[in-house]
């Protein structure tokens, strides 16, 4: 008996085959587990209409992906990221980062699609790999620059709390009491 083969049987042959078995070996193993077919006529012509509409289907998609890398291809993504002293960054740009990133540019692009090898943690330009399809690639430029800082950083004490700032002038030199001091002018105003 002739059968079509739907999946790859190891030592029969590949998908999409037509091989000839023994008729028992097709009715009780092959054709019950959906891994064959019987070859007729209007068998094999449904398979070869299925076969050039998923070819179609595939070159449809491949154009559309094709034409999405065109106008991804060169696109630069910028991040900002908090870098301290000695370059050390803090924080990350993941491949989920550059991916909302373009989708918010206008691209459907999912996080697995972006070929980042590890997460970028300095500032500088990198070139990522964008995976549209099998075989179509899109190249796009991750720009990580570092974030601006203030002027002036604040001076931490060493208790971790920044430094009290001065009174203002009033032009008269009064001094204002501290905490002990001002605990015992109370209990004078309290004893008269």
């Known amino acids: 008996m002739e059968v079509l083969l739907l999946e790859d049987v190891e030592?029969?042959?590949?998908?999409?085959?037509?091989?000839?078995?023994?008729?028992?070996?097709?009715?009780?193993?092959?054709?019950?587990?959906?891994?064959?077919?019987?070859?007729?006529?209007?068998?094999?012509?449904?398979?070869?209409?299925?076969?050039?509409?998923?070819?179609?289907?595939?070159?449809?998609?491949?154009?559309?992906?094709?034409?999405?890398?065109?106008?991804?291809?060169?696109?630069?993504?910028?991040?900002?990221?908090?870098?301290?002293?000695?370059?050390?960054?803090?924080?990350?740009?993941?491949?989920?980062?550059?991916?909302?990133?373009?989708?918010?540019?206008?691209?459907?692009?999912?996080?697995?699609?972006?070929?980042l090898g590890s997460t970028l943690r300095m500032a500088g330009e990198f070139p990522v790999q964008v995976r549209l399809m099998e075989g179509v690639f899109a190249t796009i430029t991750v720009k990580v620059e570092p974030e601006a800082s203030p002027q002036e950083e604040p001076v931490v004490t060493s208790a971790g709390e920044p430094p009290a700032e001065p009174a203002p002038e009033t032009g008269e030199n009064q001094e204002t009491p501290t905490e002990g001091e001002d605990v015992e002018a109370q209990e004078e105003t309290e004893e008269a």
């Not at 042959?13 to 193993?29: I, T």
């Not at 070159?59 to 993504?77: K, M, N, P, Y």
């Open 11 to 115: 030592g029969l042959g590949f998908r999409g085959e037509v091989v000839r078995v023994r008729d028992g070996y097709a009715r009780n193993f092959l054709i019950p587990r959906g891994l064959a077919k019987k070859a007729t006529p209007s068998v094999l012509k449904a398979w070869k209409v299925e076969q050039e509409q998923k070819r179609r289907k595939i070159e449809r998609a491949q154009e559309q992906a094709r034409a999405v890398a065109d106008r991804l291809e060169g696109t630069v993504v910028s991040f900002t990221l908090k870098i301290g002293e000695g370059g050390k960054a803090y924080g990350s740009i993941g491949a989920g980062d550059i991916a909302r990133a373009l989708q918010e540019m206008g691209f459907e692009v999912e996080r697995k699609q972006i070929r």
